[in-house]
């Protein structure tokens, strides 16, 4: 069950593993409303969550996802191993690092590697 987290006093809406996948955009518009609801500032989403789609930047999705989290003012942290995804596709590894780069959007490995950028 998804739910509220404040970690080094960031309110953070954590999404479960098991929850419904985010595959669309009315799916992203839900999460968003969500934690905007609980007054979060970012969004922790597990991998799983995600749409194959995500990971295959043709699509757009991954694009249009980073946007709505940016213009609601959300960070957005996909949580979990992409690698994967980036061993197939040096388009995707150049994305996740700029996103890395930014304050925005975060590709964590772990939620532990999220809590510590959270402190800075």
Known sequence: MDSLRTIH??????????????GTEADVLDLIGDAGYHGA?????PVERLDEAFF???TRFAGDVVQKFANYR???????????????????????????????TW?????????????D
């Open 9 to 22: 006093d960031v309110p953070v809406w954590m999404c479960a593993a098991d929850g419904a996948a985010v």
């Open 41 to 45: 500032q970012w969004v922790a989403l």
């Open 56 to 58: 295959r930047l043709r």
């Open 74 to 104: 959300l960070g957005l942290a996909v949580v979990g191993d992409i690698s994967r995804y980036t061993a197939e596709s040096s388009a995707l590894r150049d994305f996740v690092r700029e996103c890395d780069r930014g304050r925005q």
């Open 107 to 119: 590709f964590p490995a772990d939620l532990g590697e999220f809590e510590e950028r959270l402190k």
